[in-house]
């Protein structure tokens, strides 16, 4: 948690306030920190529950209304909840599974370029790229993690991201707000941060008409409607034969880059002043 906030809070609060709401930032995990006084809490840079998802989804259980919602919460914190979007038919990166009680020798590593991390992470945490002649150093990287207790997934890099980054696409309320481009992130083999997070070169991108279509789909594949959702990030990269695949659906503490759209921080402050019945 960042208590002294990052931009898009900052600007998200500044919005709020326009709208006539009074908002301030309390740091999750504080036993000090009372919550019974608020109508609504808006997750944002919980950066650190990797670490603790089970203390973190009780807390968010206890809290008042919490968005988004408790179940978006716990079903988008584990990533094998891309295996729900590529079983209804949304196009995603290739992803091979490796279950905790796996151990040396009971798991296959795709060939070439890979990426690994764990199931349950935040900001490339513990996140690695290899290359084709690095197998043995991924798969050490993959049995650190099972001795952990982390379950792993491992994914070929795809190498667009080099030179196009990957396309993140910003929903508020269900409705397509703004797009941005995110740089590479794993330029180099080895692991991407030893902090809470791994800084990003972001800009602005107009998002094409497939991204479009595949961000969409993602959506319309939830367990839940769109409208349910106060935000959500979709990521997307570019696979070997150019059709966007997603490679994240961020629905529980994304950044969403607010400053690089005019309107955007209203539309999210907007949003919640509805959901509080002042809207």
């Known amino acids: 948690m960042l208590p002294d906030l990052d931009d898009d809070e900052r600007r998200l609060i500044r919005a709020l306030e ?15 920190v009372g919550w019974d006084d608020v109508r609504l809490v808006v997750i944002r840079s919980t ?13 968010c259980a206890g809290v008042p209304r919490v968005l988004n919602s408790v179940p978006v919460i716990r079903w988008n914190t584990d990533k094998t909840y891309l295996r729900d979007l590529e079983a209804a038919g949304v196009p995603t990166v290739p992803t091979t599974w490796v279950g905790v009680d796996s151990h040396a020798g009971d798991f296959l590593l795709p060939e070439g370029h890979l990426v690994v991390k764990p199931v349950i992470s935040s900001g490339s945490q513990h996140t690695a790229r290899y290359d084709p002649s690095g197998q043995a150093a991924a798969r050490i990287h993959v049995e650190r ?29 269900g409705a397509f707000s ?43 594949a939830l367990p839940w409607p769109r409208e349910a ?5 979709v ?23 607010l400053g ?11 949003a919640i002043a509805v959901r509080l019945g002042q809207g």
């Open 145 to 173: 993690l099972l001795t952990g207790g982390r379950a792993v997934m491992v994914q070929p890099y795809v190498t667009s991201v080099d030179a196009d980054g990957e396309t993140g696409m910003i929903y508020i309320d």
């Open 178 to 220: 703004h797009a941005v481009r995110k740089g590479p992130l794993l330029q180099a083999p080895g692991v991407a941060t030893d902090q809470l997070w791994a800084l990003e070169d972001i800009t602005p991108r107009s998002a094409a008409a497939d991204e479009r279509a595949v961000a969409e789909a993602t959506l319309d």
């Open 260 to 270: 690089l759209e005019r309107g955007a921080a209203a539309r999210l402050a907007e």
């Open 235 to 257: 990521d997307l990269v570019r696979g070997v034969d150019g059709a966007p695949l997603l490679l994240e659906l961020e629905l529980t503490e994304p950044s969403l880059f």
């Open 18 to 32: 326009v709208s006539g709401l009074a908002a301030e930032p309390r740091v999750w995990d504080d036993p000090s």
């Open 229 to 233: 959702l106060l935000y959500a990030r």
């Open 47 to 59: 950066w650190d529950y990797a670490e603790r998802r089970d203390a973190f989804l009780e807390w």
